[in-house]
T-cell receptor, first 109, second 114 residues
Framework: TQLLEQSPQFLSIQEGENLTVYCNSSSVFSSLQWYRQEPGEGPVLLVTVVTGGEVKKLKRLTFQFGDARKDSSLHITAAQPGDTGLYLC?????????FGKGTLLTVNP | GAGVSQSPSNKVTEKGKDVELRCDPISGHTALYWYRQRLGQGLEFLIYFQGNSAPDKSGLPSDRFSAERTGESVSTLTIQRTQQEDSAVYLCASIAGRSSYEQYFGPGTRLTVT
């Protein structure tokens, strides 16, 4: 069974701070995705990474896929209250995604 | 265009009753997934439909759960004889095809079994 562990589970920070959340597995995935989910809504895809060592930037968000394609990190620079939400990582294998439990981020003004 | 829609948005039912949840995928999307999200948990895969191929039902937790999809259109997830542990948000997602990684999610149906 493939498992994805996300850490930390909860994170509460002040506006303007930087943060990094992690997604780790003992399994190799063909792709890794990050989603953000807000209350009462479905997850929304932020990024897909497929190559070991790949780094992608989306405005203030930087995503990295580990060289061995088993882990990933999401770094947010100068967090804003609008970044508040549940951040989920998901590992892709064939057509299935395995989701982590998520990091619940709260950015306080 | 319209995104993935799900109905109802909320459903409260008594233990032992049957419920039917509906998902309307994005038009033209060939693949459809159902997931279950319990409070404080990640998304749990339930079932996958791809075109007219046999669905992957490996995630259905018991024979009380079933799902149907006709072609590339609407899907329904049915839970018979509901139990309190079935309480969760049920999410539907569709993707454009086998080579696409991006799943588009609906807003979910929050099911509460009393």
């Amino acid at each position: 069974t493939q498992l994805l562990e996300q850490s930390p589970q909860f994170l509460s920070i002040q506006e303007g701070e930087n943060l990094t959340v992690y997604c780790n597995s003992s399994s190799v995935f063909s792709s890794l995705q990050w989603y953000r989910q807000e209350p009462g809504e479905g997850p929304v895809l932020l990024v897909t990474v497929v190559t070991g060592g790949e780094v992608k930037k989306l405005k203030r968000l930087t995503f990295q896929f580990g060289d061995a394609r088993k882990d990933s990190s999401l770094h947010i620079t100068a967090a804003q209250p609008g970044d508040t939400g549940l951040y989920l990582c998901a590992g892709g294998s064939n057509y299935k995604l395995t989701f982590g439990k998520g990091t619940l981020l709260t950015v306080n003004p | 265009g319209a995104g993935v829609s799900q109905s109802p948005s909320n459903k409260v039912t008594e233990k032992g009753k049957d419920v039917e949840l509906r998902c309307d995928p994005i038009s033209g999307h060939t693949a459809l997934y159902w997931y279950r999200q319990r409070l404080g948990q990640g998304l749990e895969f339930l079932i996958y439909f791809q075109g007219n191929s046999a669905p992957d039902k490996s995630g259905l937790p018991s024979d009380r759960f079933s799902a149907e999809r006709t072609g590339e259109s609407v899907s329904t997830l049915t839970i018979q004889r509901t139990q309190q542990e079935d309480s969760a948000v049920y999410l539907c997602a569709s993707i454009a095809g086998r080579s696409s990684y991006e799943q588009y999610f609906g807003p979910g149906t929050r099911l509460t079994v009393t």
